[in-house]
């Protein structure tokens, strides 16, 4: 319901589930895959596209990872909000460069203190979807505030990490690196 500026809506689910499409909308997701397709014959010889625009490949998930960055996911903190994060969790397991697109937040919080914020909430994410960070090189990393609960990170490395006020309850940390 709209009433000048203001929404209400007719549950809160409703919020959560626009929130998380806000995210990742998955049919955006497939324009890119398909423009990502549609470019990867670059090199060929029958392609002059492939040598007019050499950074066609690098450039829509980029603008992907800089639009996570910017919408919701990189301002605000979605660890504490289990419904918003379930809708996201399935995402993940559901789309594949959706993952992909969390990874490289999370690489560029090493860089981009900007980050930050995407970055713990895409761990948090990861982990709760269940994936495994065994032997990863998360060195440097900036996740406050992420939670971590329950995640496997054997072997991985965390030396440098921002783990300020991260939530490590039953997490699997055998042979990590935290110097």
């Known amino acids: 319901i709209r009433n000048n500026d203001q929404y209400q809506f007719v549950h809160k689910s409703v919020l959560e589930y626009g929130i998380s499409l806000a995210v990742f909308d998955p049919s955006i997701s497939k324009e890119v895959t398909e423009l990502e397709s549609r470019s990867s014959r670059r090199g060929s010889t029958s392609s002059i596209q492939s040598f007019e625009t050499p950074d066609l490949i690098e450039e829509p998930a980029t603008a992907i990872e800089q639009a996570l960055l910017e919408s919701p996911f990189g301002r605000r903190s979605f660890v504490n909000e289990p419904s918003i994060s379930q809708f996201l969790v ?87 690196n935290l110097d």
């Open 90 to 176: 399935e995402r993940v397991q559901q789309e594949p460069v959706f993952k992909e697109q969390l990874l490289a937040v999370i690489e560029r919080s090493k860089t981009e203190k900007t980050a930050r914020i995407a970055a713990a909430n895409a761990i948090t994410v990861l982990v709760r979807a269940g994936v495994q960070f065994i032997g990863a090189d998360l060195q440097g990393i900036q996740i406050p505030g992420a939670d971590l609960s329950y995640g496997i990170f054997d072997s991985a490395r965390l030396d440098g990490a921002d783990l300020r006020k991260v939530n490590l309850h039953t997490i699997w940390l055998r042979k990590a």
